[in-house]
């Protein structure tokens, strides 16, 4: 997923030492942040960091209250300078759209404007309100299951990811 998500990113030539050899290759730009969305997107970050180890990381934590389903911030941790970076925001479940609205608005207030998303798994109607009101938005997942149950879960889906991952 993080391939594709980056696939347009700007890149730098650099020579590269082999066991027998320099050679010549690339690099993603330096400015890039990638933000997970707390907690779930934590499972996603290790292996992202694997694949771009230069770039900075900033933290959104968000809490649904399974009345309503609306997202609501309880952490931020994100650098000053959001405004120069491409940002590649962390969430393996898109649903209702609400956590990922919550963050993109997060980041946009705080000058972000290079943003696409990740997502592992998402339904037709996250994805629709999200591009209502992030038209240019790229959103990279691997699969848009059938539908939401009354719970705003995906279904089949995998449940709250965050649960799966750490437990409740």
């Given at each position: 997923?993080?391939?594709?998500a980056?696939?347009?990113?700007a890149?730098?030539?650099?020579?590269?030492?082999?066991?027998?050899?320099?050679?010549?290759?690339?690099?993603l730009?330096?400015?890039?942040l990638?933000?997970?969305?707390?907690?779930?997107?934590?499972?996603?970050?290790?292996?992202?960091?694997?694949?771009?180890?230069h770039?900075?990381?900033?933290?959104?934590?968000?809490e649904?209250d399974?009345?309503?389903?609306r997202?609501?911030?309880y952490?931020?941790?994100?650098?000053?300078?959001?405004?120069?970076?491409?940002?590649?925001?962390i969430?393996?479940?898109?649903?209702?759209?609400?956590?990922?609205l919550?963050?993109?608005?997060?980041?946009?207030?705080?000058?972000?404007?290079?943003?696409?998303?990740?997502?592992?798994v998402?339904a037709?109607?996250?994805?629709?309100?999200v591009?209502?009101?992030?038209?240019?938005?790229?959103?990279?997942?691997?699969?848009?299951?059938a539908?939401?149950?009354?719970?705003?879960?995906?279904?089949?889906?995998?449940?709250?990811?965050?649960?799966?991952?750490?437990?409740?």
């Open positions: 997923m993080l391939y594709e980056t696939r347009s990113f890149c730098r030539a650099v020579q590269v030492r082999t066991p027998l050899a320099k050679v010549r290759g690339v690099r730009g330096d400015d890039i990638l933000v997970p969305v707390l907690r779930a997107g934590l499972g996603m970050l290790e292996p992202a960091l694997q694949l771009i180890p770039a900075r990381v900033g933290f959104i934590g968000l649904r399974h009345q309503t389903l997202a609501s911030l952490h931020k941790s994100l650098p000053a300078d959001v405004g120069s970076s491409e940002i590649v925001l969430d393996p479940m898109l649903a209702t759209g609400g956590s990922a919550a963050a993109l608005d997060l980041l946009r207030e705080r000058g972000g404007r290079r943003m696409r998303l990740v997502s592992l998402a037709a109607e996250g994805i629709t309100r591009q209502r009101r992030y038209p240019g938005l790229l959103i990279f997942t691997a699969a848009i299951d539908e939401l149950n009354r719970h705003g879960y995906i279904v089949p889906g995998l449940g709250d990811a965050g649960d799966r991952l750490f437990g409740v």
